[in-house]
């Protein structure tokens, strides 16, 4: 006789359709974006189109005298464009966001904070060993990682050829990044949550459960291969990307993740909320769009709080921590 199936069968096949439907909801949500995106693609871009083929002329000249320069030595040149340029604009930014931090000054910028009371200021202690962590990674991972990763990205794609891409195709390439950096980040990170790998790799960078800029790149040396590099490094590597994109896309995620762990809520930037709730509380908002957060759940209490109403870009200069405020506890 056909037996019917007991509660465990029943229980690990649901689970498994949860699962499966999850990911299927996850491509069907990319893949409209995606289609979207290239349905607006011309009439988003037209004046921009404008202004780049006025000037297209002027930044390949430069470009050409930079191959001239480096002529034999396209490595080099390689190397500043994908790795030191970015590093530049991660220290830049970081050095202004540092001195918030250890003076609480300028009070402009202060009083953005998000948790308030948290690093006002910065224990110094901690911050030096996070400063060591962040310029280990880039020095004995990420250089080496890049100039390793030269002959790749020659063999996609010269990334040092000579004709400049397209403001169609660099826009092209960003979305792409973009979204192959959300894919990769979300499932990376989460992974690095598992019991199995939290301890020993991921409760490093959880050490600051109210972060702070630099700490961005304040990982376990696996963690900043696996969940850091490779997310943002697979999109130009796929695509076979100019060193121009490549550039550009190396500098703005380092921007972006800092905004995210940087503490303040300052206007005209995106939200840092979900990523500092995160630190906050571990087991939500695991991705940098937040779609695939909200396609498996992962957001779900987030979404019933302040911060998430908070989640907006600030058009303002009030912060959003006084005009939506957290609820007074009681006594």
């Known amino acids: 006789e056909r037996q019917e199936p007991g509660w465990p069968d029943t229980f690990l096949s649901l689970q498994e359709g949860h699962i499966w439907g999850s990911m299927r909801r996850t491509a069907l949500i990319l893949g409209s974006g995606l289609l979207l995106s290239?349905?607006?693609?011309?009439?988003?871009?037209?004046?921009?189109?404008?202004?780049?083929?006025?000037?297209?002329?002027?930044?390949?000249?430069?470009?050409?005298?930079?191959?001239?320069?480096?002529?034999?030595?396209?490595?080099?040149?390689?190397?500043?464009?994908?790795?030191?340029?970015?590093?530049?604009?991660?220290?830049?930014?970081?050095g202004l966001l540092l001195v918030v931090d250890m003076t609480g000054r300028p009070n402009f910028i202060a009083r953005y904070r998000i948790q308030q009371g948290k690093n006002e200021p910065v224990d110094s202690g901690k911050l030096?060993?996070?400063?060591?962590?962040?310029?280990?990674?880039q020095s004995f991972i990420s250089l080496p990682m890049i100039v390793f990763l030269y002959p790749f990205f020659k063999w996609c794609g010269d990334p040092c050829r000579r004709e400049l891409p397209t403001f169609h195709r660099f826009l092209l390439e960003l979305a792409l990044f973009t979204l192959t950096e959300e894919v990769l980040f979300y499932y990376s990170h989460r992974l690095l949550?598992?019991?199995a790998f939290y301890k020993k790799i991921h409760k490093k960078h959880h050490e600051w459960t109210a972060p702070i800029g630099v700490v961005s790149l304040y990982a376990h040396p696996i963690e900043h291969v696996a969940s850091n590099m490779l997310p943002a490094m697979a999109g130009p590597l796929a695509m076979g990307s100019h060193l121009s994109?490549?550039?550009?896309?190396?500098?703005?995620?380092?921007?972006?993740?800092?905004?995210?762990?940087?503490?303040?809520?300052?206007?005209?930037?995106?939200?840092?909320?979900?990523?500092?709730?995160?630190?906050?509380?571990f087991n939500q908002c695991y991705g940098v769009l937040g779609v695939l957060d909200h396609l498996h759940g992962t957001d779900a209490l987030?979404?019933?709080?302040?911060?998430?109403?908070?989640?907006?870009?600030l058009l303002g200069f009030t912060p959003l921590s006084k005009s939506i405020p957290d609820p007074q506890k009681m006594e």
Do not use: M
């Open 128 to 137: 030096r060993q996070a400063i060591h962590t962040v310029l280990f990674n």
């Open 193 to 195: 949550h598992h019991p």
């Open 38 to 94: 290239v349905a607006f693609w011309n009439s988003v871009t037209w004046h921009l189109q404008k202004f780049w083929g006025a000037s297209g002329y002027f930044w390949q000249a430069q470009w050409e005298r930079l191959l001239s320069t480096f002529e034999g030595r396209e490595w080099i040149l390689f190397f500043i464009g994908a790795a030191l340029v970015p590093v530049l604009f991660f220290w830049g930014f970081n």
């Open 302 to 313: 987030f979404k019933q709080t302040k911060a998430y109403e908070r989640h907006i870009l």
């Open 245 to 281: 994109s490549i550039t550009v896309w190396f500098s703005l995620a380092l921007i972006v993740t800092t905004i995210s762990h940087c503490g303040y809520h300052l206007p005209f930037l995106p939200s840092p909320e979900s990523h500092d709730y995160h630190h906050l509380k």
